[in-house]
């Protein structure tokens, strides 16, 4: 009896180092697959902050070239250059000026129609000024005053 459990303990004795040389390998394996992904997922940032970068510089040339060009889209007589500056200047405010005017001749005709209805001058107020009014009111102001804001934020 004791003859075979010696031999069997010499066969699987001497396989017992190779057995840990197994699982030494297999952790090793695992620790270097780790580390590649660790370093896929570097390189990756690397080239996402790379893309990022050119993705920059490419809309400040844009923007340099779109610059560079309305420099020179000048006719070279001084009062034409100054008229067309001043007219490309004016029409975001002048749009919206024309737009609040008709918007207030609106509210005017109808608070008058509606006065002239018999309705007095409280409940013709509360029936011209609604929520979407008040909408358009504090989204022109925010748009004026607030970009006005955020630039001094941003200097």
């Known amino acids: 009896m004791i003859t075979i459990i010696t031999t069997l303990l010499g066969i699987f004795g001497s396989a017992i180092p190779n057995i840990f040389k197994i699982f030494e390998q297999s952790r090793a394996d695992k620790q270097e697959l780790e580390l590649m992904k ?35 889209q000048t006719t070279g007589v001084l009062w034409v250059d100054a008229t067309l500056e001043f007219i490309s200047g004016t029409v975001r405010p002048f749009v919206t000026y024309s737009l609040t005017g008709l918007y207030i001749a609106s509210k005017v005709a109808a608070y008058h129609l509606l006065s002239n209805s018999g309705a007095d001058w409280a409940s013709a107020v509360v029936a011209l000024w609604t929520e979407q009014d008040m909408m358009i ?19």
């Open 137 to 155: 009111l504090s989204t022109i102001l925010g748009f004026w005053f607030g970009s006005r804001a955020m630039q001094r934020f941003m200097k």
């Open 38 to 72: 660790l370093q896929l997922e570097r390189e990756k940032a690397g080239y996402q902050q790379q893309l990022d970068i050119t993705n920059t510089q490419g809309d400040i040339q844009a923007a340099i070239a779109a610059y560079e060009f309305a420099k020179r």
